[in-house]
């Protein structure tokens, strides 16, 4: 069953060229992962440092395979260690 994970992140407007090169690192990354089906980043009107990822995934447990793999956990460690607050995640069904 097709998943959308929602992944919000404060990033910091003096931050914001430096997180750069991760982001797109692991979009990138990401998008070779299997089920991977597209992704979409949007930023908040009301508070300019609030991102919000929307990625869909063929089943959960791809995105479960890939939210655990080595290679997402080292590149999201450089980027939480940029971010006002941790990276939050929220996995729903399609349906």
Do not use: F, H
Request: proline share 4%.
């Amino acid at each position: 069953m097709t998943v959308k994970i929602l992944i919000k992140r404060k990033i910091p407007a003096e931050k914001q060229e430096e997180l750069l090169p991760l982001l797109v690192q692991l979009r990138k990354t990401a998008t070779a992962q299997t089920g991977y089906i597209s992704g979409e980043t949007l930023r908040s009107i009301q508070d300019p440092e609030e991102y919000l990822v929307i990625s869909t995934w063929q089943t959960a447990e791809n995105w479960n395979e890939w939210y655990n793999s080595l290679e997402r956990k080292q590149l999201q460690e450089q980027i939480d260690s940029l971010l006002k607050e941790p990276t939050e995640y929220r996995v729903y069904t399609v349906g």
